[in-house]
């Protein structure tokens, strides 16, 4: 039964309650494996808050930046249950972008990991109005932090915060994959609202893989917020070279994903049974992603019917949802029934979603509180009667999500017609060689870049590449429209410039007309 927890707070109380001993998070350390239960996860959570408190006790806007682990996740975790308001940012963020973002933020505090703190300093030069920078130093500063404001220590009472469901508690920078980035308003009610849904819960004795970013909320809300709420164990990956020694070491039964990634694994798993002929196709995948490993959930970008398709025949179920950030993130969650495999997941039940002309509208307790500081881009944002535009086009069918293409990326050709580049990228979702490609129009005409997977290519011994790519892009012109086909394509040596979460930055393909039609 849904529970009614309004806060990030509730749902860790809920957790610890609920799960108590359970095991919560594993993660490397020294090279073994380390465990922390839910209650302790709680602990830890309580004694940051306390921590942040005892240097502050008014509500702040709080910079945290740092690379994935255990303390990464108790400490931005604490920081919102402290009741302040948590911005966080990639580890490689530049000082220019920084001083720029902090100053749009009203920044006043940055926690970061000892790497950062060089460029910290440079950032306090030119941005004056950081009243305090703290190390986050190794784990041995964190145990001293969990020790010394925990709940038996004269700190205690600092944690008796009373927060407000619907203040701001994240603001998360959109990626900026055409346009300028802004600041999406999450509240404690938005976070807490789209994690505790019941439409999809995993399965007790579930252990997740986390290999996703922690700073954007599509990993935290999903491989933090609702673990906690489901009481399934995640495993942290770190660095994503970690990715395969991490699948055989910790056995998971999943992982939430981007479909690059699944793809990637589905080509290592391919080699793994062409070198390994005598297996079969599971025992394969499972030299690749251990014994338990079934389900992927993905999520930022499509993941296409021949992926679903072929992961499967591996023992691997691969389903989608849909979402963004200003939806705390999701929209629809994964479905994983064979009836609508293929759809962009199943609504969560959390939200009003409607379609109108096309795009997808979404009204309810997920979606932001609004852009910071741009109320006339937060204006833009939403319809007359409240609905985010979300800038997808698609349809909904027996609850699913479908969609198109996004508006903003509509390739207008002088007859009138208006193409979704997506919809022609889709057709090449099947073929192993084409491991990126992107459309957009040119002169008139629909041109196409593409970067093969030159693993695969080496694999199969493809000698002539562009002959190999020539033959593919004629097949799926022969079952396109006329006006959808691909006259010119062109072939790269290097892949696309993504965002963390993996999507291709389109500004440079004719998309950056604006964000704001």
């Avoid at 809920?14 to 465990?35: G, H, L, Q, T």
């Avoid at 992982?255 to 297996?279: G, H, Q, Y």
Wanted: proline fraction near 3%.
């Amino acid at each position: 039964m849904k529970q009614t927890l309004l806060t990030v707070r509730d749902i860790v109380n809920f957790a610890a309650e609920k799960y108590s001993d359970n095991d919560f998070c594993k993660y490397f350390r020294d090279d073994k494996i380390c465990v922390k239960s839910f209650k302790e996860f709680r602990e830890d959570c309580l004694a940051v808050s306390r921590y942040v408190k005892s240097i502050q006790s008014e509500k702040m806007h709080i910079a945290f930046i740092g690379n994935t682990n255990y303390e990464y996740v108790a400490c931005l975790t604490g920081m919102i249950c402290s009741g302040n308001v948590v911005v966080p940012f990639a580890p490689d963020i530049s000082v220019e972008e920084a001083c720029k973002l902090f100053d749009d933020a009203d920044i006043e505090m940055l926690f970061c990991e000892e790497s950062f703190i060089d460029r910290a300093k440079e950032i306090q030069n030119n941005y004056k109005r950081i009243r305090q920078v703290v190390s986050l130093g190794d784990w041995h500063w964190f145990k001293n932090i969990f020790d010394t404001y925990s709940s038996d220590s004269e700190y205690a009472h600092l944690s008796d915060v009373e927060i407000n469901p619907d203040d701001c508690a994240l603001i998360i920078y959109t990626s900026g994959t055409t346009g300028e980035r802004k600041g999406v308003m999450l509240s404690n009610k938005n976070l807490a609202s789209n994690s505790c849904y019941d439409t999809y819960i995993s399965n007790p004795g579930e252990t997740s893989l986390s290999i996703l970013p922690m700073h954007h909320v599509f990993c935290y809300a999903c491989d933090v917020l609702k673990v906690l709420y489901d009481g399934i164990t995640v495993c942290l990956n770190g660095p994503l070279v970690n990715l395969y020694k991490n699948l055989l070491a910790f056995q998971p039964t999943s992982t939430r994903i981007v479909p690059l990634l699944c793809k990637s694994i589905l080509t290592k798993i391919k080699i793994a049974e062409r070198k390994n002929s005598d297996l079969s196709p599971r025992d394969a995948a499972e030299l690749v992603v251990g014994k338990n490993f079934t389900k992927m959930l993905a999520g930022s970008a499509f993941l296409s019917g021949a992926l679903i398709d072929e992961l499967a025949k591996y023992g691997i179920i691969a389903r989608q949802g849909y979402g963004m950030s200003e939806c705390s993130p999701r929209i629809t969650t994964a479905d994983f029934s064979e009836d609508n495999k293929y759809s962009n997941g199943v609504l969560t039940g959390v939200d009003d979603v409607r379609v109108l002309d096309g795009e997808i509208q979404v009204k309810g307790p997920s979606v932001m509180l609004g852009y910071y500081k741009k109320p006339e881009r937060t204006a833009e944002a939403f319809t007359e009667d409240g609905y985010l535009h979300t800038g997808d086009l698609g349809y909904i069918k027996n609850g699913h999500i479908y969609l198109v293409g996004r508006k903003k990326n509509l390739i207008i050709l002088s007859n009138g017609e208006n193409v979704s580049p997506e919809e022609i990228e889709n057709k090449f979702a099947d073929d192993g060689i084409i491991k990126e490609i992107v459309c957009y129009g040119e002169k008139d005409r629909i041109v196409a870049e593409i970067f093969p997977d030159y693993q695969l290519v080496e694999a199969w011994k493809i000698e002539n590449v562009h002959e190999e790519i020539e033959t593919i892009v004629n097949r799926v012109n022969s079952i396109l429209n006329t006006d959808r086909q691909i006259s010119v394509f062109k072939i790269r040596e290097t892949p696309f410039e993504r965002t963390t979460t993996g999507k291709i930055k389109r500004a440079q393909f004719n998309f950056a007309e604006d964000e704001a039609k």
